[in-house]
């Protein structure tokens, strides 16, 4: 397992690219089994996730051919077999997004339960429920979702218990093929299922309301091949602003898109932060200011991202003043708290809020997280920390993050990655 060693104390300086947003590559990847004829996607960010689909894609027998200048291409003309096994599912819960595909367009499908993780128990209820409302037979034994869809998938008109943005595009995704037309209520309105809406709809299916509480899908006979690019990456955008900010420097982040990333501005705004935003790009400018503690409480988009959370207990932790996070999406969403008082922070954790008191500095220490959030927390955390921190078990980072060591280069971070076995040579 790799690891990454940061020396802190450097203000972020320069400009990057941000990458194709990973929650809207995995549903559009899993999107292409619905098409008739192959589907090329661009801006799809290397990532361990997408390698994960890729070999989701490829054990069912879909063509694939990666290419990098032209993106991946996708012929799904030649799946054989409808499964999404337990070791896969088990490293990406977000293989779940193949159960609505693979039943409205081959009526079966047989997908590992994913468990629980790091951040909670994360049921896919809805996403059965719904799948049954549309008249899919499901069975869980053995630990696999069994499902098919008999005489096929029909419109219905569903009502959402829960904001779920996995169980909105699995729906919507089953919807495009079935007959007749479906509502969805309480629709996820994140820009990765706006995302998925318009590509589908350019494959040929009738969508609309996506981006509303209330998605209407017309279900058609079939979907054809399109070339679609992903949409930037909002976390990943929101990751770098922090980064920024936290070390009191300044940051030009392009191929980005300012519109999606509202709240976050907002909160990095009240911080202390100067924002520009243009088309294809935000700056942020510290101008040398230590940032102050914002309160924050994630909910649904358009409220603030459950996924920038953990990055902005860092910011707290070293921030002027006291401030809290409430975390109301997932249950267990703390892993880093502990890792982070370890390096000095004053984080106390009561119910589903971190009391967090900010501290004139945070000191190196080996840290180790256990979901990808919450090793961006710890890697914002070392690049401000006095002396040399190592983040362990980066693979969930690489899980979320293009070429993180890179691009903190780029803007001047001291920050290197030690591959494994490079560590076991020395240790040897
Ligand atoms: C691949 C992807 O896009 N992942 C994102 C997606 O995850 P994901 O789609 O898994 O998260 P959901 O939106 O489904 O989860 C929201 C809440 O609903 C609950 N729930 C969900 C489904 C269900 O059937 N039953 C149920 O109770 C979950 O436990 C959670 O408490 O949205 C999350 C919330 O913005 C983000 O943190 C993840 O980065
Ligand atoms: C929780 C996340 O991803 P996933 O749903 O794939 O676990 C995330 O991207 O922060």
């Known amino acids: 397992m790799d690891k990454l060693i940061i020396r802190g104390g450097v203000a972020l300086d320069g400009e990057i690219r941000i990458s194709g947003a990973k929650n809207a590559a995995l549903p559009i990847l899993m999107g292409a089994l619905l098409a008739d004829s192959p589907v090329r996607i ?15 894609l490829g054990r069912m027998g879909v063509t694939l051919t990666v290419d990098e200048r032209s993106g991946v291409l996708i012929d799904p003309s030649t799946l054989t077999i409808t499964e999404a096994a337990y070791d896969l599912v088990k490293t990406m819960r977000a293989s779940i997004l193949v159960l609505g595909p693979l039943l409205a367009k081959f009526g079966k499908a047989d997908v590992s339960l994913p468990g629980g993780c ?23 034994e053995n630990g696999y979702i069994r499902a098919t869809s008999g005489e096929g998938l029909k ?23 079935a007959s007749g037309t479906t509502i969805i209520e309480n629709a996820a309105r ?30 058609v006979e079939k979907l054809n091949g399109t070339h679609y690019a992903i949409l930037p990456d909002r976390i ?14 300044r940051v030009k982040l392009k191929d980005t898109d300012a519109n999606q990333l509202e709240a976050v501005l907002l909160k990095l705004e009240e911080a202390g932060a100067k924002i520009e935003v243009g088309e294809d790009w935000i700056t942020l400018d510290m101008e ?10 994630t909910a649904p988009y358009p409220a603030f991202p459950t996924d920038m959370q953990a990055q902005f207990t860092a910011l707290n932790s070293i921030a002027e003043g006291q401030a809290t996070i409430v975390e109301t999406v997932f249950e267990n969403r703390f892993m880093h708290v502990q890792e982070m008082q370890r390096m000095g ?43 040399e921190t190592q983040v362990e078990r980066i693979y969930h980072i690489d899980r979320g993050y293009e070429c993180i060591e890179e691009k903190l280069q780029q803007l001047g971070a001291r920050i290197r990655r030690i591959p494994t076995q490079a560590r076991t040579a020395s240790n040897g």
């Open 345 to 387: 922070a004053n984080l106390q954790i009561e119910g589903n809020t971190v009391v967090c008191k900010g501290q004139d500095k945070l000191t190196a220490a080996p840290v180790m997280a256990t979901d990808l959030r919450a090793s961006a927390c710890l890697v914002l955390a070392a690049l401000v920390a006095e002396g």
């Open 155 to 177: 419109g219905a008109h569903i009502f959402m218990d829960q904001v779920t943005v996995t169980g909105t595009e699995n729906l919507m995704m089953a919807a495009t093929l």
């Open 288 to 297: 040398g200011r230590r940032p102050k503690a914002v309160n924050i409480r």
């Open 118 to 140: 790091a951040i909670g128990s994360r049921p896919v209820d809805l996403h059965l429920r719904g799948l049954e409302q549309m008249g899919a037979e499901i069975k869980v």
């Open 236 to 249: 990943e955008t929101g990751t770098y602003l922090v980064a920024a900010a936290i070390t009191r420097g």
């Open 190 to 219: 994140e820009p990765e299922v706006v995302d998925l809406a318009k590509y589908l709809n350019q494959m040929g299916a009738k969508i609309t309301g996506a981006g509303s509480t209330t998605i209407h899908i017309e279900g």
């Open 42 to 56: 661009g801006n799809v960010p290397h990532l361990h996730d997408i390698t994960t689909t890729l070999e989701l």
